[in-house]
């Protein structure tokens, strides 16, 4: 089935706004200016007592600040020193090995496919692997004598370590503030969720409720960056700090109430379903534990005590329980903040650090199926087909031809649309000014200003919007590029232009990835985790067990919801979509069934039988054709959440049979 005209244009016009969106709200200003002067000091030293060389140092110094992954000390020195080496190298191999063609070709294509690869270590090695990329493609389009290569390489592995100079010593780093300010934004996250359950609470409708998915989401992937910055800042260190521990334990806090809130939103959705009414002292407790929570945060970022709590429990039931455990979590929750600010002292059990995560073999990296070994591959093969490109037809500085698929090509196919239109609009209007610049100013004691303000911005805004920070930064290296050479505007846009088509053909032929495939797996993921997060509830786990498990949920109830958006991105048939949908909601409201069904066990053989619908439903999801029939359950044996489990499963299951139907 074709999509209409219409659906493609809804489909355009998607990705259009989803190129002009904001990704976040503040700016960096101190990391565009961090960066800009590790650019513009060599660069002007440079121009002072020409030394025309000093250019590959600035350019060291400015991918050597994009090479900064925040954090310690310690851990910004190593990834910047990581590029330093590896950038270098790069640099100087891409020289020698820019002639003849059929050394070229491999070495480019070989140089791509390790680069990329680097992607299964974690964001911080991806950078550093398009980074490096980034450099060998520069190089090998601006070709030079071997020595002079080697010379490239010392010269930009100079600028990275001046920039981990400055990152490091200019601008002092407090080792917990990044974990401040992550789990800050936890209970932000927290307090506004709980807030918009209050406001579910009185509004009709089940759709109130289905959007609370996006705020649930956000709150995990808020966890996530907590609990990586807290890693972060606690790996390597001999010992432990008092306010350490309780950054931590504020940390964990978190991550329980995030179940909590689910358990008291899933049995507040139930009253709502069935005509209860919901007591007026919880909603009104509601309203207070969303502003205690909001305190905290203010608490934790701001360096100051948390104010002192009244939260008494509002109403009995099911209910009451729920919510008593939630107001528990944010006491203990202020009494950590406090204590932070005291010097970490109090009566606080210690919890031990988040696990490091475990990066993925070698074997299942180079797997036939892996995702990462057919995106890598994907790079390598548009990169060298864009520099065979415009080599024959001799593009001048074909280079920013391969820079351009570098950075557009993404994994996903609607992500790299949305990046190919963010460079594509970006450097168009980055060319229209660096033209204007070039027309004006000719002299660097007038352009340095101004490229050091442009720098300056286009990393400010970098997070914010990839468009704003191509078209800031156009102009500085087209004009570093060749000063005064308006032609080159031209040039750029031409360049840009081929890379991104390139990218984009790439994308949608080399094994493209089509979300409406992947959904299936990605459901039986979240159900798999439901099932086991069921055992570990009703089987007695120890906490930490429970904990484990119930981010397992959230991480996988993430990873479909995210897939979720992109499929939609995609304009496929509303027939299959609705499914799928269905998939995702039931699969992640479970969870919040689960946490609520700790509170009241059912009997040892109905358990059991929750267990396997879960398990029958997580094989069937991954599995093609129609779905078995769920195993009878006597409802009224089980408790309010056990029944509402059941009801969801069944739901699921329908939502299984009319996926396989379309199928």
Known sequence: MRPSFSAVGEQVAGHVRGSLALETAQPQWISG????????????????????QMLWVGLGGWLGMLADPGGPYHVRALAMAEFAAIGGLATALGGVLAAPPWIAAPALFACALACSLM?????????????????FCITQGYPSPHGASVVRGLLLSGGSLFALVISVAVWPFRPYRPVRRALAAVWIDLSRLLAAVRVAAEAPGAQVWDDLAARRRK?????????????IARFGLQGETARGLQLLVLYEIAELSLGDVAAVSEALRAAAEEGKQVPEGVLALLDRVSAAQL????????????????????GGGEIGVLLERVVAATVQAAEAATALERGGEARQKPGAPPPRDQWPSLRDVLAPGSVELRHALRVAIVTTAASL?????????????????????????????RKALQRVGGTVVGGIFAALIARVVHRPVVLAPILFVLSWLAVAVRRMNYAAFAALLTPVFVLLAESGG????????????VGGGLALLGALTLWPTRELERMPSLISAVLAADRDYLAAVLRGAGQDAVVAARRRVGLAAANAEAALQRLLGEAPPPERVEPVMALVAYARRMSGSITWLGAQRPAAEDALLLEEMLSLLAEAAGSPGLPPPLPAVDESRLPEPGRRLARQARGAHSALARLAGQG
């Open 33 to 52: 200016l961090r960066t800009a002067t590790a650019m513009m000091v060599p660069l002007a030293f440079g121009w002072a007592t020409n030394r025309p």
């Open 119 to 135: 992607r299964v270590r974690g964001d911080t090695a991806a950078t550093i692997g398009a980074l490096a990329l980034t450099m």
């Open 219 to 231: 709150c995990r992937e808020d966890l996530e960056q907590a609990r990586h910055a807290l890693a």
């Open 295 to 314: 305190a905290i945060a203010d608490s934790v970022e701001g360096e100051r005590s948390a104010p002192q709590l009244d939260l008494r429990a509002g």
């Open 389 to 417: 490109l415009a080599a024959a037809v001799h593009l001048q500085r074909s280079y920013w031809v391969t820079v351009t698929v570098i950075i557009v090509l993404q994994p996903h196919a609607v992500s790299t649309v």
């Open 486 to 497: 308006p032609h080159l505007t031209r040039t750029r846009i031409v360049d840009t232009l």
